[in-house]
């Protein structure tokens, strides 16, 4: 009984230790293929100090638990070992006591049976313990060979804007995507800092930023120059992937002593784009114009634009628009719209408009959206020539009881282009029926049939974000996430980003002012089985206060923000997201 007891012990043993190391491999494996943890992996950002994160592995997820587990029983197989040695010393002796004294031959015979016995147990269980003890030391060596430095990322710190990673140097700090350095001394490189937008930039003094992405890599940026009489400029270029531009010297798009409050810009596939804009902030008149780009032909001028005529399409505006570009060169401009007189009832109105060669623009149609007073108006595509617009409209009074009315503070409404028409849900969605002061907002695609909607809740001074679906058979939207706090604080910004990541992996992302005036961006998770957002986190891309910013996506991970600095100076600056291994 005793040689048996001897026996089984070790061979269980070794078999768990096997099981423990295939398993602590799958895991070392599952970390090593990214299959472990979800999420948006890293936030890399020009010239900011920041790195995001999303879905950290465990220690037991590395290579230090597998050479510590194999440590663990090659101490375990020799203390065994010695152990059993002593105990098979004890019993030899006890045998060979009871062998002497024994007077009967069968006694005596079986005596020597026993001994025999007991002599192949030690040299069998020896032979296991041996096993075990080599197998470990083996599997040690392979590891550190592979590792030389034979330890584990728990036992390296990293610099600013490094990471660690097992590699077949062993731990090692490497520098995350977009930052360059030996691990320690990670930096921004030049190609990926914020850059000017125009050469003469110290000379601009810029507001109401506006950029749009269009045509694969081409841009188009807006805004109005203080310095200039509050005139319209407009600037476009072409980004390439290390992250810098090459762009136009800024164009002055209004008349002579033209004025541009809050202007939008979109831009079309055929290399053509719209902007439209108001020509006083309080009682000014809507103006659309157009330009065609490279529309000669002539090499080396590919950025150089040809205008059309400026064409006015409402009055008395004191809001911001919104346009959006479609296929065929057609663009849609939302407004804030009343009759000629003061008197007339506001309502939610937009334009469709196509654009010509060398930007002539012809009117299509106006198409309402809502009677009901408007602003902060904000669109996003969701594929196709569908749309959602979001805006701030005024309070919805039942008419068959004038008591009973519903706050449209965060309104969503579903839209498509049909045809020569555009036509609008009758069926909008409200966010926070029965809350009020709701101010700036961004609404971005996040997954098929799926948007967000954020803004910020001057109420309780709170950022919100709630997640809207859109069947696609009905149209009708509903919300699948109801309103849920991102932040705490004032905003006088609060924009979204559509399709941040990519469309297998979607993400939210929201930029807004930080209660320390830096430029913070939100990125969450989307869940699509679940159906809800998960892993957000907060994370500074500037850490300087902007006076004005735009954002927009290239896709892929990549994209585009302008903004301004606290004298008007203004800058363009690429970030991406990447998955982390």
């Given at each position: 009984?005793?040689a048996?007891?001897?026996?089984?012990g070790?061979?269980?043993?070794?078999?768990?230790?096997?099981?423990?190391?295939?398993?602590a491999?799958?895991r070392t494996?599952?970390v090593?293929?990214?299959?472990?943890?979800?999420?948006?992996g890293q936030?890399?950002?020009?010239g900011?100090a920041?790195?995001?994160?999303v879905?950290e592995?465990s220690?037991?997820?590395?290579?230090?638990?597998?050479?510590k587990?194999?440590?663990?029983?090659e101490?375990?197989?020799?203390?065994a070992?010695?152990?059993?040695?002593?105990?098979?010393?004890?019993?030899?002796?006890?045998?060979?006591?009871?062998?002497?004294?024994?007077a009967?031959?069968?006694?005596?015979?079986a005596?020597?049976?026993?001994?025999?016995?007991?002599?192949?147990?030690?040299?069998?269980?020896e032979?296991i313990?041996s096993?075990?003890?080599?197998?470990?030391?083996q599997?040690?060596?392979?590891?550190?060979?592979?590792?030389?430095?034979?330890?584990?990322?728990?036992?390296?710190?990293?610099?600013?804007?490094?990471?660690?990673?097992?590699?077949?140097?062993g731990?090692t700090?490497l520098?995350?995507?977009?930052y360059?350095?030996?691990?320690?001394d990670?930096?921004?490189p030049?190609d990926?800092?914020?850059?000017?937008l125009?050469?003469?930039?110290?000379?601009?003094?810029?507001?109401?930023?506006?950029?749009?992405?269009?045509?694969g890599?081409k841009?188009?940026v807006?805004?109005?120059d203080?310095?200039?009489?509050?005139?319209?400029?407009?600037v476009?270029?072409t980004?390439?992937?290390?992250?810098l531009?090459d762009?136009s010297?800024p164009?002055?798009?209004?008349?002579?002593?033209?004025?541009?409050?809050?202007?939008v810009?979109?831009g079309?596939?055929?290399?053509?784009?719209a902007?439209a804009?108001?020509?006083?902030?309080?009682?000014g008149?809507?103006?659309?114009?157009?330009?065609?780009?490279?529309?000669?032909?002539i090499?080396?001028?590919?950025?150089?634009?040809t205008?059309?005529?400026?064409?006015?399409?409402?009055?008395m505006?004191?809001?911001?628009m919104?346009?959006?570009?479609?296929?065929k060169?057609?663009?849609?401009?939302?407004?804030a719209?009343?009759?000629?007189?003061?008197?007339?009832?506001?309502?939610?109105?937009?334009v469709?408009?196509?654009?010509?060669?060398?930007g002539n623009?012809?009117?299509?149609g106006?198409?309402?959206?809502?009677?009901?007073?408007?602003?902060?108006l904000e669109?996003?595509?969701i594929g196709?020539?569908?749309f959602?617009?979001?805006?701030?409209?005024a309070k919805?009074?039942?008419?068959m009881n004038p008591?009973v009315s519903?706050?449209?503070?965060?309104?969503?409404?579903?839209?498509?282009?049909v045809g020569?028409d555009?036509?609008?849900?009758?069926?909008p969605v409200?966010?926070?029926?029965?809350?009020?002061?709701?101010w700036?907002?961004?609404?971005?695609?996040?997954?098929?049939n799926?948007?967000?909607y954020?803004?910020q809740?001057?109420?309780?001074?709170?950022?919100?974000m709630?997640?809207?679906?859109?069947?696609?058979?009905s149209?009708?939207?509903?919300?699948?996430?109801?309103?849920s706090?991102?932040?705490k604080?004032?905003s006088p910004?609060v924009?979204?980003?559509?399709?941040?990541?990519?469309?297998k992996?979607?993400?939210?992302l929201?930029?807004?002012?930080?209660s320390?005036?830096?430029?913070?961006?939100?990125?969450?998770?989307?869940?699509?089985?679940l159906?809800?957002?998960?892993?957000?986190?907060d994370?500074?891309?500037?850490?300087?206060?902007?006076?004005t910013?735009s954002?927009?996506?290239f896709?892929?991970?990549?994209s585009?923000m302008v903004?301004?600095s606290e004298?008007?100076?203004?800058?363009y600056?690429v970030?991406?997201l990447?998955k982390?291994?």
């Amino acid at each position: 009984m005793f040689a048996n007891a001897i026996h089984v012990g070790p061979g269980a043993i070794l078999v768990l230790l096997l099981l423990a190391c295939a398993d602590a491999v799958l895991r070392t494996r599952a970390v090593v293929d990214g299959t472990v943890a979800g999420g948006a992996g890293q936030l890399v950002t020009n010239g900011a100090a920041t790195v995001l994160q999303v879905g950290e592995s465990s220690a037991v997820e590395n290579m230090e638990f597998l050479t510590k587990t194999l440590q663990r029983f090659e101490h375990f197989a020799e203390s065994a070992d010695k152990s059993v040695q002593s105990r098979h010393e004890h019993e030899s002796k006890r045998l060979k006591e009871a062998l002497a004294q024994a007077a009967d031959p069968n006694v005596e015979a079986a005596l020597q049976q026993t001994v025999a016995a007991n002599k192949e147990s030690l040299k069998e269980t020896e032979g296991i313990y041996s096993n075990m003890a080599e197998f470990s030391k083996q599997m040690s060596s392979l590891l550190k060979s592979a590792t030389k430095a034979g330890y584990g990322c728990s036992q390296i710190s990293c610099g600013l804007h490094a990471s660690c990673t097992d590699t077949m140097e062993g731990a090692t700090c490497l520098c995350d995507e977009g930052y360059i350095g030996q691990g320690k001394d990670c930096r921004a490189p030049a190609d990926m800092m914020p850059h000017l937008l125009v050469t003469e930039g110290r000379s601009v003094k810029a507001a109401d930023m506006h950029v749009t992405v269009f045509d694969g890599n081409k841009i188009a940026v807006v805004y109005r120059d203080q310095n200039k009489n509050d005139a319209g400029a407009l600037v476009v270029g072409t980004v390439q992937q290390t992250g810098l531009a090459d762009l136009s010297p800024p164009e002055f798009f209004t008349d002579a002593d033209g004025k541009a409050f809050s202007p939008v810009v979109a831009g079309t596939d055929g290399r053509r784009i719209a902007i439209a804009w108001r020509d006083d902030d309080k009682m000014g008149t809507c103006r659309l114009r157009a330009a065609e780009m490279g529309a000669f032909g002539i090499r080396g001028a590919e950025l150089a634009l040809t205008w059309g005529q400026t064409i006015d399409f409402c009055n008395m505006q004191a809001h911001k628009m919104s346009v959006m570009g479609f296929e065929k060169n057609r663009v849609m401009v939302v407004y804030a719209d009343r009759a000629k007189t003061l008197l007339a009832e506001p309502f939610g109105n937009s334009v469709l408009a196509e654009i010509g060669p060398l930007g002539n623009i012809s009117l299509l149609g106006n198409y309402r959206f809502t009677d009901h007073a408007v602003a902060r108006l904000e669109t996003t595509k969701i594929g196709g020539d569908r749309f959602v617009l979001a805006a701030r409209a005024a309070k919805a009074v039942d008419d068959m009881n004038p008591q009973v009315s519903t706050n449209q503070e965060a309104m969503a409404v579903y839209g498509e282009l049909v045809g020569d028409d555009i036509v609008f849900d009758p069926n909008p969605v409200n966010l926070e029926p029965e809350r009020g002061q709701i101010w700036a907002r961004g609404v971005s695609l996040i997954a098929e049939n799926t948007f967000a909607y954020a803004y910020q809740d001057a109420a309780s001074m709170q950022i919100k974000m709630a997640v809207l679906e859109i069947d696609p058979s009905s149209h009708r939207m509903q919300i699948v996430q109801t309103p849920s706090v991102i932040s705490k604080g004032f905003s006088p910004y609060v924009s979204m980003i559509s399709v941040p990541y990519t469309e297998k992996d979607p993400h939210s992302l929201i930029y807004y002012q930080g209660s320390d005036s830096s430029g913070q961006v939100n990125l969450c998770a989307w869940d699509s089985q679940l159906r809800r957002l998960r892993k957000c986190q907060d994370v500074t891309w500037l850490a300087e206060k902007m006076t004005t910013t735009s954002g927009a996506s290239f896709g892929g991970g990549k994209s585009l923000m302008v903004f301004a600095s606290e004298s008007g100076v203004p800058y363009y600056s690429v970030f991406g997201l990447s998955k982390k291994s």
